[in-house]
């Protein structure tokens, strides 16, 4: 499987941008992925969630979109988009410690069951891969 | 080899940064990485080689991006770094708010990679070009503007202020070379860098610049309730607290008329009214006006017609009379330069003269009137005319240009001079500089045989003791000082008009009064004793043909007032000495011609003007003075005192006759005759002394 082909089964909808990015460098790219895959980040997404915490959240999910976005893993990208901005206002208000009720997370909680599918599946290609 | 630039990658994903850092590797920079803004200030502020961009991440744990920007706005970084924001795509606010803070550029995320490239590159090109322009712009001593980045600054500040009043303040130091020299280079800078400084906390200055080594501007605006004194005030105060005292500054001021008048041209003049005030003890300030650049064009445009003028001999020898104050006949001239240009007209020496003594072309002039005096004095002997000495103007500098006394020797001897027609008149003021080198050569001319007249007399600032010490024959004394309409202060200036002639009579030197333009002066001075008169009174300077016309007409009318003209005496046979000889009595005359005619020419006049005229015209071929006390006209003791005041009698043996009387005999040796011959003659006395004359007058002659 080359790089493209990759880049099309992880539903990637900018591959002559993402392949750019990564200067062509396959091996560069799967180690990219394996590390998002792996972030600390998704340990904190989940506890802080689960907890309704905005800011712990949206911090969480702004990082791991920002990195979904240029490994070009389109899907996860956008789920992580529809975590992030709901928080956003609230997040960036300063006042944030508390559980927000302005926030729907029951909401959100189900957009967030799609991103570890996504994540699950992201792995499942990438995993197997040995660089 | 060329320098990396260092950029430094910030962001709390590690994947984020390597991306990056990948695709900035294609363009060879030096990557350094931070996971957060604490991190990224401790690395910017920690690096000895400056890095060039910061790639900055907003939302980071510890210290944000928004934060670290705060920072280093307070910091004042971000003169030495710039900022990149990379945000993602959709955050508007965001993008707005870091530009707010200082970023100068953004980045969106997902990265496009080329675009990431392209404006890293764009970024490290306008740095450049920015460190370029500041080098250029700024004088690297200082800080302030250069020359041509203060007149563009300011330039802009005029013409997007209209409406606003603006001047101009440039300042110089005085004595800076001597400051140089006092404290060093390195000291010096440190003055400048503290000038600079200075100009900085300008009271409502805008713009400010160093325009040369000393000289500082500052563009300010005008507050229409503080008055130029006000502003002066507070310059001043501002350097009262610069920790060296003894540098003086003069400072120039220049009020905008028009906001398009080009800022070169208002350095200028703001510079050209400190021109004004260079030489002012007490004067630290002057606002320039516009007869300043008149006066300036003027200068140049007559600095640039000299040298043309000269070769086409615009300047012209003028003459002013001098007379007898006793016999009131003619006795010499002053030249006097005039510039008859071809279109610009007479232009008057009070213009031009300042102008050569400063650029030094007035010595060229100078030589120039030398030789037009010698070629007029030739132009008398050769025509066997009357001569009369003609004195001609010695400027200070001409010392220091030529090596005078040779120099002024030769002129004259190339035409066949006496130097003795040629006087030079020195000014007082010339003595005050160099004294010892001037000195040596004036007393060089003198020996020469050159008359030395001292020039404005009583406005230099010699000590008693020095005026006995200057090699001079002649004071000249301008008058203008007493012209005055008060008449009290008028009545001091007479006391110190009969102060300075009774101070030159007591030294023993002839005076000269210039200036001089009423009949009642002319009685004045000869009641004081002064001995020649210069001025309206009897002439204004004249050119040279009219000039000729009046010494004709004088001199026909002293020979129309003489009983006896001398000017029948035969002088042709000059195998014999020539005596001149003042006897009325014509039982004497009979005596004296039958004694001395089979060895001498003898003239006979029959006064002392007569005798006085005589001498003036034939000084250089009279071999013998035998004067009788007896004159009609003069005390002889007088006469010979005017003789000796005049420097004749060092020249010309004078050999008194009268009644055999000890108290004359005793004055006439005392006066400087050589010898005395009582009355009646006895044949082989008088022979004898007459001999003894004629051989010291030889002797003078040789020993001269």
New interface residues.
Partial sequence: MDFKDLLENLNCK?IE??L????G?YD?YIE?VK??IN?VRWMSLDKSIKAKLVKETF?AA??L???A????LTTI?NLL?QIVEPLRDEAESENDKVIKNSVDFEKLFLVYEKVLEERIRINDIIGGIEI | MKLQDRILVV??????R??LK??LA?DNYEILEAENGQQALETILNQSKPISIVLL?L?M?VMDGFELLKVMENLDLFKKVSVIVTT?F?VINTELKSLQLGAIEFIT??????IVRHRVRSILKLRRNTALINTLEVDPLTGLYNRESFYLHAKEVLLSNPTKKYQLICSDIINFKMLNTKYGAEACDNILTGIANFYKKTKDGIVCGRLGSDIFVVLREMVSHKSQEEVNKEFLTNFSHFPIKDFYMKFGVYEVESNSTPVSIMCDCARLAITTIKNKYGATFAVYDISMRKNLEREQQLTSYMEQALEENQFKMYLQPKHNSITEHLYGAEALVRWVHPVFGLITPDEFIPIFEKNGFISKLDYYMWEEACKLLKKWIDAKEKIIPISVNVSRIDFLTFDLPSKIYNLVESYNIPPSMLHLEITESAYTTEAERIIADVKSLRMQGFLIEMDDFGSGYSSLNMLAELPIDILKLDMKFIHSEDTSVNNSKMTILNFVIGLSKWLKYPTIAEGVEKQEEVELLKSMGCNYIQGYFYSKPISVNDFESYKKKCFKNEVKSDTKSFDNIDLSDNSKPLLMLTETDEEYRQMLTKILSPYYTIAFVNSCTNAYEFLVRYYNVINCIVLDLLMPDMDAFRLVDILKEEGYIKKIPVVMTSEAELNNEKNAIQLGATSFVPKPFDEEILLHHIKLAVNEYELRKLHS
């Fill in positions: 900018d941008l993402t750019k990015r990564f200067v460098d560069f990219s590390e998002f972030d911090d702004h990082l979109k920002g990195v976005g240029n490994c070009g990208y988009i | 962001d709390d994903s590690s994947t984020n390597k991306i990948r695709i294609l991440d939302s744990p993602g959709d995320k997902p990265y496009n990679a080329d």
